[in-house]
């Protein structure tokens, strides 16, 4: 029986060390965070991402707490997630990226800044997804200030040329920002951590079947909501009933 004994807990240790650990992890904290900035943006609907955007949009990167790396280069550096559109019109399991390289343009002393980069098209996710080097904002890919509000047809040329829309929230304010210069690259580590993927490839990720995590799905949710046009004012008709006549009271 000890003979016995010794493979079986090997065994267990080696299946839960290759088990992913949601509870309390950075990963898990990072999506809570993600999801956090993206309930603030709804509560703020004249001056948020126009939900047209995000429902003709291929990919969307959500990024909290971006913050300040040097005060004389100015550089930054955060963690966040990347959600793809699957072609059913869902979105894919998050996808754990980091940005880092120089500073975000208007934002001079402050210290913390979430952002949102809306994709436009696949191509601007294909280096990110194939996860062997960083998408170099600005470089690789044309990025403007994205337009805000209800509508997004007042675009100006810039904004029509981009292939991403960048978006900050800062001390509660919420605005078009430049990223210019900035990478975002495939955090390898992170999604092996969580997902429980050998080599922690995008592309597996994406592929990962099964994953019911709570906060997974709430951040899906989230994003749906977004995407959906606000709701039509309901105004009501009065009727078009002539009142009753006068009854004249008895004599």
Same mark, same amino acid.
């Given at each position: 029986?000890?003979q016995?004994?010794?493979?079986l807990g090997?065994?267990?240790?080696l299946?839960?060390?290759?088990?992913p650990s949601?509870?309390?992890?950075?990963?898990?904290r990072?999506?809570?965070?993600a999801?956090?900035?993206?309930?603030?943006?709804? /509560?703020?609907?004249?001056?948020c991402?126009p939900?047209s955007?995000i429902? @003709? $949009?291929?990919?969307? +990167?959500i #990024?909290? &707490?971006?913050v300040?790396a040097?005060?004389v280069?100015?550089?930054?550096?955060?963690?966040g997630?990347?959600?793809?559109?699957?072609?059913?019109g869902a979105?894919?399991?998050?996808?754990?990226?980091?940005l880092?390289?120089?500073g975000?343009?208007?934002?001079?002393?402050?210290?913390?800044?979430?952002?949102?980069?809306i994709?436009?098209s696949?191509?601007s996710?294909?280096?990110?997804?194939?996860?062997?080097s960083?998408l170099?904002l600005?470089?690789?890919?044309?990025i /403007?200030?994205?337009?805000?509000g209800?509508d997004?047809?007042?675009?100006t @040329? $810039?904004?029509?040329? +981009?292939? #991403?829309? &960048?978006?900050?929230?800062?001390?509660?304010?919420?605005a078009g920002?430049?990223?210019?210069?900035?990478?975002?690259?495939a955090?390898?580590?992170?999604?092996?951590?969580f997902?429980?993927l050998?080599?922690g490839?995008?592309?597996d990720?994406?592929a990962?079947?099964?994953v019911?995590i709570?906060a997974?799905?709430?951040l899906?949710?989230?994003?749906s909501?977004?995407s959906?046009?606000?709701?039509a004012?309901?105004?009501?008709?009065?009727?078009?009933?002539p009142?009753?006549?006068?009854v004249p009271p008895?004599?």
């Open positions: 029986m000890k016995l004994a010794m493979p090997v065994s267990l240790l299946t839960l060390a290759g088990t949601y509870a309390d992890s950075r990963e898990l990072t999506i809570e965070a999801t956090a900035t993206l309930q603030a943006l709804s /509560a703020i609907p004249l001056r991402i939900p955007l429902q @003709d $949009a291929k990919g969307v +990167a #990024i909290p &707490s971006v300040k040097g005060f280069v100015g550089g930054r550096f955060g963690r997630v990347v959600l793809v559109r699957e072609p059913n979105w894919s399991n998050p996808v754990f990226v980091a880092v390289g120089a975000v343009g208007g934002q001079l002393g402050i210290q913390s800044t979430d952002l949102v980069l994709f436009k696949r191509h996710l294909d280096r990110i997804l194939r996860g062997k960083k170099t600005g470089g690789d890919v044309a /403007a200030a994205g337009p805000i209800r997004a047809e007042a675009a @040329d $810039a904004q029509l040329k +981009a292939e #991403i829309f &960048s978006y900050s929230r800062s001390r509660g304010l919420f920002v430049s990223l210019e210069g900035a990478g975002i690259l955090d390898a580590y992170a999604n092996e951590t997902y429980g050998r080599g490839r995008p592309e990720v994406l990962r079947q099964g019911h709570a997974v799905e709430t899906k949710a989230n994003l909501a977004m959906r046009p606000p709701a004012p309901i105004f009501l008709i009065p009727s078009q009933t009142p009753p006549p006068l008895p004599q």
